[in-house]
């Protein structure tokens, strides 16, 4: 939904896609397994430089079109919502926040962003593909120790806050008093699965249950607007 929502809040939405089949992004996934990391490679093959590709995309939507490069936001699902974190983590000087959905995450423990970057999530906590809970075998951490994570590196205050928002199904951690006002976001859907809220239904026999009647996209776009680059 995010051209119908750039259409009306007047922003360029990009959708550019990875590589390989099935197309992915180098997001750093099992980094921290060995044996899933070999088996990716084997199906996937070797790693391509996508911080680079989205860098050079960066430059050429600057250079064809009129925006404004101190409001510049990366959004993913899965694999997608992982590149985001990759790219807050290495283009934290081109982009201004990320958020992202079930998203596998790699530790990235080398992650040191030059400044704090606000992220807002939102994972489905019977998610079937990238459970909530983290994954050993694909050395993919919890939403919530991801979450803290972040909220770490943006000096945040050390303790969440609960908010119980509209949705019943939904409960919100929020790590903030962080440098910068970059606060940290976790929406945790009760019954939600791999899917994105707000969007149409997805296969729930694989995928789980989609939320329809949480707008996460336009969540994410009152959360973006608030900050904007140095």
């Keep these: 939904g995010w051209d119908i929502l750039g259409e009306a809040e007047n922003f360029i939405a990009v959708f550019p896609n990875g590589t390989g089949r099935p197309l992915r992004w180098n997001a750093g996934e099992f980094s921290a397994s060995e044996r899933a990391g070999a088996l990716m490679q084997a199906v996937i093959g070797a790693p391509s430089d996508d911080i680079q590709f989205l860098s050079d995309l960066l430059d050429s939507v600057e250079t064809t079109y ?69 994954s050993e075998d694909m050395g993919l951490p919890g939403a919530e120790t991801w979450a803290s994570a972040w909220a770490a590196r943006n000096d945040c205050a050390s303790i969440a806050t609960t908010d119980d928002p509209d949705y019943a199904v939904v409960s919100v951690m929020r790590w903030s008093d962080c440098a910068d006002d970059a606060d940290v976001i976790l929406y945790e859907i009760a019954d939600g699965g791999h899917t994105w809220p707000g969007s149409a239904s997805f296969a729930e026999v694989m995928l789980g249950k989609t939320r329809e009647d949480i707008p996460a996209s336009a969540i994410m776009w009152t959360f973006f607007q608030r900050f904007s680059l140095p």
């Design 66 to 134: 009129c925006i404004d490069s101190a409001h510049v936001y990366v959004t993913g699902l899965s694999n997608g919502g992982g590149m985001s974190n990759r790219v807050a983590c290495e283009l934290a000087d081109r982009v201004t926040a990320i958020g992202t959905v079930g998203g596998a995450y790699s530790p990235l423990e080398t992650c040191a962003p030059p400044r704090a970057v606000p992220v807002i999530s939102f994972h489905g906590v019977l998610d079937p593909i990238v459970p909530f809970e983290g």
